[in-house]
């Protein structure tokens, strides 16, 4: 690339301190670039308040947009997933994509992408796009829930005989299928099993695969004052601290979590666990147990790096995942994960020996596996080894240099 080229890259979330993983993985790429000298520009995409560029460095933009109409108005039928914009397009950024040599959408089903994929075909400027969310089985997850708050009868047709939950889910599948044909190149993560991508069908454009960075200068192996570290938290000195980062939410596995250390207190485990993180369903989890549970809101980088340095466990029941975020900097931080086959259990290099993955979600098998790990001192020690010794994780820089530029610099 000699001269400057312009890249612009489409989140169609908002970009806000509680924002999930897949808005802070761009988020992280554009900070680590802060400080070097680029010779293309990034400009970012993200929803916001309002209309507004922010200039992050002299070759870095976030370009916020308003949403035309925002999946927050649907709040009231129980979809609290991170807010994005479900207009069909938006005209100003269509124009405003004119002048790009590159577009890549970090979605397929949304109006930003929609966006891209017109401005792409218009102006004949090359597409690629990213695959960071299991769309599909969030949306099942979602319409399931919405359909069982209707009358009797009707959930039962809709649900059962009709099965409206995975037709839409489906439906996704296919036009994300269809997206992707559209496209130079499509990353996916590299956490998705074969399974969660086989309605890709046989589609015979490049794909590779993205993994994730972690910011080495917070999450690293610390020594940690424990005693003022747990009095801060008013946690009990004698206890084992369980810890849970991410959405305080049932799809994370947050209420099975509450139960777990219900029985694990039952049991007469002397055990806090701690969940910090934007707090949706706490209530619901302080409900279920309300003893030697701390609902922590969200909290900054470098405490939540703390916790992971000193907590005995940490545990995310969470099976709605893409390689979560969190498991890489708890390891990163020497922390012994307990995650679902179906979550975290693609992080953990070998079951029992640098991790536990457990493949359901009964809270007596979890707590029955979490309770013989507690009580073997040796067992966490030797663990905690083998997570650092198995602790080699890219940084955001090299996940942007060696991933995205080099084949995005090879398709313009």
């Not at 397929?108 to 891209?116: D, G, S, V």
């Amino acid at each position: 690339m000699n001269s400057r080229k312009k890249i612009a890259i489409l989140i169609d979330l908002e970009s806000n301190e509680k924002s999930g993983g897949h808005v802070k993985f761009w988020e992280r790429i554009s900070q680590s670039l802060e400080k070097r000298k680029l010779n293309i520009d990034l400009v970012f995409f993200f929803l916001g308040k309002k209309r507004e560029i922010i200039k992050v460095s002299e070759n870095i933009n976030f370009n916020i947009y308003k949403p035309g109409f925002s999946s927050s108005n649907l709040s009231f039928l129980g979809i609290d997933a991170d807010s994005t914009d479900l207009s069909p397009i938006n005209l100003r950024l269509l124009f405003e994509l004119k002048n790009y040599n590159l577009i890549h959408s970090t979605d397929q089903l949304h109006c930003m992408a929609k966006t891209a994929k017109l401005a792409s075909k218009i102006w004949r400027i090359p597409l690629t796009t990213s695959y960071h969310t299991d769309t599909p089985s969030y949306t099942e997850y979602y319409v399931l829930e919405i359909l069982k708050k209707l009358p009797n009868f009707l959930n039962k047709l809709l649900i059962k005989k009709l099965k409206v939950h995975k037709k839409i889910s489906n439906s996704q599948k296919e036009k994300i299928n269809k997206y992707i044909k559209n496209c130079k190149f499509a990353f996916f993560n590299d956490d998705f099993s074969n399974e969660q991508l086989s309605f890709l069908k046989n589609n015979k454009i490049k794909v590779g695969k993205i993994s994730r960075g972690i910011d080495k200068k917070i999450f690293f192996k610390k020594n940690i004052n424990k005693k003022s570290f747990f009095n801060k938290y008013k946690i009990n000195q004698d206890n084992k601290l369980i810890f849970f980062c991410g959405r305080i939410h049932k799809l994370k596995g947050a209420i099975l979590l509450a139960k777990i250390n219900k029985i694990l207190l039952e049991e007469g485990c002397n055990v806090t666990t701690v969940m910090a993180g934007e707090n949706i369903h706490g209530e619901e989890c302080l409900n279920v147990c309300n003893k030697k549970l701390l609902i922590l809101d969200y909290l900054n980088p470098t405490e939540v790096s703390k916790f992971y340095n000193i907590c005995d466990l940490f545990v995310f029941p969470s099976i709605f995942e893409t390689g979560p975020q969190v498991i890489l900097e708890a390891r990163a931080c020497g922390a012994v994960c307990v995650v679902s086959k179906d979550g975290g259990g693609k992080r953990i290099k070998k079951n029992g020996e640098d991790g536990v993955i457990l493949n359901n979600q009964s809270p007596e098998n979890w707590s029955g596996e979490i309770i013989k790990l507690l009580r073997n001192k040796k067992k966490i020690k030797l663990m905690k080894e083998k997570v650092q010794l198995s602790n080699n994780y890219p940084s955001w820089e090299d996940i942007f240099y060696d991933i995205f530029f080099e084949e995005w610099k090879s398709i313009i």
